[in-house]
């Protein structure tokens, strides 16, 4: 995945919709929780914890697009504030495995403080 690519591409729309004066760190952020908040919402109900939804080719599209506009703020927000989504994904994914060590956390859904 070319994450610039996308990133010049979501600039050059904003752009060139003179949008760039509404994409503040805040307006951005509101907006990626209401997206997620719409992702949630197909599953809200689902009694199979969301597999049913996924296998549902209608609802399926709906939830790649929930999850493509949750992407696309992420990445507005990261290319606003200048920064390097990749090494910051990849530092959190090693601050997670120090917080939640294999043998202690195998097979356990609770919080790192909680082993």
Not at 44 to 54: C, K, N
């Amino acid at each position: 995945m070319d994450i610039e690519k996308i990133q010049n591409k979501l600039r050059e729309f904003s752009k060139e919709r003179d949008w760039e004066q509404f994409h503040s760190p805040k307006n951005l952020s509101m907006a990626l929780s209401v997206e997620v908040a719409e992702l949630v919402e197909i599953f809200q109900w689902s009694q199979s914890g969301g597999m049913d939804e996924i296998a549902n080719q209608k609802t399926r599209k709906e939830i790649e697009k929930e999850i493509a506009d949750i992407f696309i703020y992420t990445l507005k927000i990261a290319d606003l504030l200048n920064m390097d989504l990749e090494k910051a994904a990849l530092e959190k994914i090693e601050e997670n495995a120090k917080k939640y060590p294999i043998e202690s956390s195998k097979g356990k859904a609770i919080k790192y403080d909680q082993l």
